[in-house]
């Protein structure tokens, strides 16, 4: 897959976390305030126009951890990722950085 002229791959050395995949698509749905590039790699993942990504749809147009997780993902599971799934998925993957940082700060403390 190509992100702003680079290539990342799962394995790579630019490897993709599910964060940074959400991240980038929910930004590309957000509208004018998103770059320009993000709305094209939406719209190239979104073949049929329709605003949400068939399994198809992700499976080849997106990095595979994605199309991993879609089921775990769709939480409606209509076969479909809507743009309020990402945003959700993107707000419990922030949810976790934030346990885990807190987390951290109190094992500090505690040495």
Not at 87 to 100: F, G, H, K
């Amino acid at each position: 897959m190509f992100i702003n002229n680079q290539r990342w791959s799962a394995g790579g050395a630019k490897a993709l976390s599910v964060a940074g995949v959400v991240a980038m698509l929910v930004s590309g749905l957000a509208g004018a305030e998103s770059s320009p590039d993000r709305q094209a790699q939406f719209r190239q993942a979104d073949v049929d126009g329709s605003r949400s990504l068939s399994r198809e749809e992700v499976r080849n147009g997106l990095p595979k951890i994605i199309h991993t997780r879609f089921d775990e993902i769709d939480l409606d599971q209509d076969g479909q990722l809507s743009p309020d799934e990402l945003r959700a998925l993107q707000a419990r993957q922030a949810e976790l950085r934030e346990a885990r940082r807190a987390q951290r700060l109190r094992d500090l403390k505690r040495r």
